[in-house]
């Protein structure tokens, strides 16, 4: 049996994620679940896993294809059993079919795949946004390719279908190679080949789509904001963008337009500091509501000796990607209580009827029936229209990286900047809901010369203690005072004529000649 390195209970404990240490399977990720039938240990390895976290993750797609591969293996066995009685040569015509798969348009099968995962998500199996990348990449992404190569058919689908798929999407990041790789290999290994829509043969390691590897230079795709960049987005986004609907005629005052335009950039603005200050993704954040968030006044003496309020905020939150909870303090007490001023002031001078309760989004649009927040998107779509297009020239740009500043930068600048001033690595790991290996290898890019004075500082004026090592294995028998004395006498002597044939120190020297002068 194989050495376990890692393991982690999943769906409930009614099955498990492990990292082999030893075996031919060492270093990847299984799914398994005990059959009590055959009293043995069913198992899937996870390809696309590279953490434990990622692994915990992916473990309820795994089961789910688990039970539609059981399920689908049970009927069409049921079928076979009930055409061999009917049919001599029934096996023949199984087997042809096997051989032969059936035909569906590209767009038929993707629909219909997609339909089963709107229902995990309804179900919350799955989240939104999950099943927004899958969708993108399948609708947008696959069919592109394959209308490209030529393929309308499922069955026109080959082992050589993807060979150019790398060259086809080379201007991502390889990251989102292989997220697309990931998401098309699952789509073919649960929908095309259970339905028998393309044939077992042309992935028989379960892999349509290529992998890549992902190298360190690649993992910088979203590179910390250094702290003069940071300064020229905020005062840019506070001081002259937040307040263009006053100012510009496009935005008649107190029309709709104006009114949403005013709302939805004090949303962003706030938006970018809360994100910049407590590294929570961005998803993460429009899912935040108030009653995750809990506000202290933890109180401090100021330079004159006065007592101060100093707001603390606590917020309380749950990562998507890896279901892992944990506690974020941070120092934005202000700008949320600004915030929520503004969210009340909007509210009531639009006479509108909703009420803020612990339950509504921090984020979420006034102008909309249930208070749910602005799209995602509309957030990233301003934030390259920001940064990656009006402030383009004005921004110096990452030191170790040529990928302009993304809305997942912030939370890269908010890791970066607690390593840099020296925060625990294993306290900003668990804030940021990541393992220590996971956070060095995708956030730690940080420009070794902001604590250079750490690696450069000398201390002057400081002597080194010298001293002279003792082995008690060198004492002789004691007999009386005088042969102790001589002992330690010689011992003394002895390690100092070993001191000289390595070189004797300044200070020995001097010690030497003064002795010589008595």
């Known amino acids: 049996m194989p050495k376990i390195a890692e393991k982690a209970k999943v769906l409930g404990g009614r099955a498990d994620v492990v990292r082999y240490a030893s075996g031919t399977s060492s270093g990847a990720f299984f799914y398994r679940e005990w059959n009590r039938s055959t009293k043995s240990y069913r198992t899937r390895r996870i390809e696309e896993a590279t953490t434990l976290s990622e692994a915990v993750e992916l473990a309820t797609d795994i089961a789910f294809a688990l039970r539609e591969e059981e399920n689908s293996s049970e009927a069409e066995l049921s079928k076979a059993i009930l055409s061999d009685t009917r049919s001599a040569t029934s096996k023949q015509r199984i087997t042809s079919t096997k051989r032969k798969p059936r035909a569906q348009s590209i767009e038929v099968a993707i629909n219909a795949y997609l339909f089963d995962e709107r229902r995990k998500r309804d179900a919350g199996v799955i989240t939104e946004s999950t099943y927004r990348v899958k969708s993108n990449i399948l609708q947008n992404h696959l069919v592109s390719f394959l209308k490209q190569e030529g393929v309308e058919q499922t069955n026109k689908i080959t082992a050589t279908t993807f060979d150019t798929y790398q060259i086809y999407c080379a201007k991502y990041t390889r990251q989102f190679q292989n997220k697309q790789a990931s998401v098309i290999n699952e789509f073919a290994k649960r929908y095309l080949l259970k339905n028998r829509l393309i044939s077992a043969d042309i992935m028989p390691d379960l892999m349509l789509c290529p992998r890549v590897e992902v190298r360190k230079t690649d993992r910088m795709a979203n590179p910390a904001i250094n702290p003069d960049d940071w300064r020229v987005i905020v005062d840019y986004v506070r ?179 607690h390593l840099i001033k020296g925060t625990d690595i294993y306290l900003v790991a668990r804030i940021a809901g990541h393992d220590v290996k996971t956070l060095m290898e995708s956030y730690e890019r940080m420009d070794i010369r902001q604590r250079s004075r750490e690696i450069t500082r000398i201390e002057f004026g400081k002597k080194k203690e010298q001293s002279d090592e003792i082995s008690l294995l060198e004492l002789e028998p004691e007999e009386d005072s005088q042969s102790t004395e001589s002992t330690w006498q010689s011992i003394i002597t002895n390690k100092r004529a070993k001191t000289h044939l390595r070189g004797s120190t300044a200070a020995e020297r001097r010690n030497e000649a003064l002795d010589s002068r008595k």
């Open 239 to 417: 001081d002259k963008w937040r307040v263009e609907p006053i100012e510009d005629k496009a935005y008649p005052l107190k029309t709709p337009n104006w009114k949403r335009a005013w709302f939805f950039r004090n949303a962003f603005w706030h938006y970018i500091l809360l994100s910049k200050n407590t590294g929570m993704s961005p998803e993460e954040l429009l899912k935040l509501k108030w009653k995750n968030i809990e506000m202290r006044d933890e109180k401090r003496i100021n330079s004159d000796g006065v007592e101060e309020e100093w707001l603390v905020t606590y917020i309380y939150t749950t990562r998507a990607k890896t279901q892992a909870s944990r506690e974020i303090p941070c120092n934005q007490g202000r700008e949320l209580s600004r915030w929520m001023r503004f969210l009340k002031e909007q509210i009531s001078e639009n006479g509108l009827s909703h009420k803020i309760t612990k339950d509504t989004y921090v984020f979420g649009n006034i102008f909309d029936s249930e208070m749910k927040p602005v799209n995602y998107q509309n957030y990233s779509k301003t934030w390259r229209k920001i940064v990656q297009n009006t402030l383009r020239d004005k921004l110096k740009g990452h030191k170790f990286s040529e990928h302009p500043y993304t809305l997942y930068s912030m939370r890269s600048t908010f890791i970066e900047d």
